[in-house]
């Protein structure tokens, strides 16, 4: 069977997104599924197009046996409304353009946000006479509103009607929690065709044991996307709340508030902060194992009660406990698998606490980090994931198939 991934975000670039595709192509190839990516120049999160790429009409590679094709892309840095909306509907366009490039598919799989890919998928998939899956690993514009990132009831409107158009053309529906697939199993054009494709890590890129030296001060890692939806002012305000004696804190990340969060470190003088910036995706195994424990954190909105972020896994995979500052299914799913320790979200006061909790107390650490390697060992294992997605692929590719006999 021929599956071809639509995806904005691939490798080489870093991001949960961007490793999670890739494994899923490189888990599918395996399994003798003929996997095809299409997708832009690399350019996330900096908008510099990394070397040796540079952007041209189109470009087709080898990645880990996986063909890539990439087509032209407006690199934009991720920070500045208009810009990232450029830089989505650009390489959208292109997509279509250069969609004979990629070759025949048996199903069209579809990463959204951005949502002008969703849109850009229904006709490249038609052209195709192949079925789309979207991916929905963030619903778009409901997150975007949430933030006030945008406010223009104008444009607020027409995102939502892409949105439904998108979803009413979509064989099938996929997103990584339950709670996403209750909302949008409220919406008509997504109704009963909504699924649950739980996130997955790969346990086996991180080695449990001890950290390389139990000694204070406890060693906090925070790997991830430093972005408006996850309020780092706050971790940052914590580890200044909690002092250098007992908790050190490493941020490895880029974002759009990645600027903002180091001038005030720097004006501060926070000496127990360490802004690492981004880092290899090969390289987090590396911190974890220097860690006493993680940080996961999303801002106190109703929306991101629904999330469960990639992050979270890697640090219970790396047999470390997390510290997670949230609402709803990360917040219930740490407590109910003992894998760490659950605060209010925005709230240093209750960050410091559990930093000082963890701090004096060896015992504690290694209890929920054995808990949270069990969980990513047996719940949320990269194989499993790409048994259901192999399964969800051949089913819809199927009944269109039938559909056209």
Known sequence: MRALFLTHYFPPEVGAPQTRIAALARGLSARGMDVTVHTGFPNYPTGTILAPYRNRPLLREL???TLVVRSAVYASPNAGFGRRLMNHASFAGSSLVTAAATGPADVVVAETPPLFLAAAAVPYAAAKRAPVVLNVADLWPDSAVALEALRNPGLIKAARALEEWSYRHAAAITVPTAGMVRRLNEREPAKGKTLHMPPAVDADRFTPGPPEAESPPLRVLYAGTVGLAHGLDALVSAARLAGPGVVHLTIAGEGAEAAALARRVSKERIDNV????????????????QAHAGVVLLRDRGLFADALPTKLLECMAAARPVVVSARGEAWSLVRELGAGLAVAPEDPGALAAAFTELAGDVALRAALGSAGRSAALHRFSRD?????????????????ARGYA
């Open 63 to 65: 990645q880990a046996g």
């Open 274 to 289: 360490d802004l690492l910036g981004m880092v290899p995706a090969d390289a987090v195994p590396a911190l974890y194992r």
């Open 384 to 400: 499993a994931s790409v048994d259901r997605w192999a399964a969800l692929l051949e089913r819809v590719a199927d009944q269109r």
